[in-house]
């Protein structure tokens, strides 16, 4: 219960900030009543792309469902960039100006990942909620994604240490010769 959750939540991040632009755009409507204000309009919005179809748990490659996790942390890095900024914004019309490029980001940050479309991601997802098979793949994906992370920043701590032992020893050997 709790995986098809963490999937869910992450989506809603994405998804969600379609509502955040409406609401803003709402916002700036009703304040500017006696002006008139434009109407900010993501140019691209995972909400507005139609799911691909023929997606499930049978049809998909562990190279797909790797790609899916890979848009997904994608995602939430975008999310976890704006969705603060978003909330804090208190001005309608620059808070729509947010969520327009918010969701630009979230969608151009699923097309640079290889083997996935925005269609699919968004498929896949909708899938998972769907069918605890794929949502249990897709969560073996994101603890093995998380580990190898975990591994390789312990493995680039341990060079940066050993880069600087390194340098202290060749700089103590230095002012030995001198």
């Given amino acids: 219960m709790i995986s098809r959750i963490a999937i869910a939540t992450a989506s809603a991040l994405a998804l969600g900030t379609a509502g955040f632009a409406q609401e803003a755009?709402?916002?700036?409507?009703t304040e500017g009543a006696a002006t008139e204000t434009t109407k900010q309009e993501p140019t691209k919005s995972l909400a507005k792309i139609e799911p691909a179809e023929g997606i499930s748990n049978d049809t998909l490659s562990d190279e797909k469902v790797a790609s899916f996790v890979q848009a997904l942390a994608a995602v939430n890095t975008v999310a976890q960039h704006f969705v603060p900024r978003i909330e804090a914004e208190s001005d309608g019309e620059k808070r729509a100006e947010l969520m327009a490029y918010a969701n630009d980001s979230i969608v151009n940050s699923i097309e640079v990942i290889a083997d996935i479309t925005p269609a699919e991601f968004k498929a896949i997802d909708i899938a998972a909620q769907e069918d605890q098979e794929?949502?249990?793949?897709?969560?073996?994906?994101?603890?093995?994604?998380?580990a190898e992370g975990t591994a390789?920043?312990?493995?680039?701590?341990?060079a940066g240490a050993a880069a600087e032992g390194a340098e202290g020893a060749a700089d103590t050997e230095e002012e030995t010769t001198e």
């Fill in 25 to 29: 755009t709402q916002d700036t409507q």
């Fill in 134 to 146: 794929l949502n249990d793949r897709i969560m073996a994906q994101l603890k093995t994604a998380a």
């Fill in 152 to 158: 390789a920043q312990e493995n680039a701590d341990d």
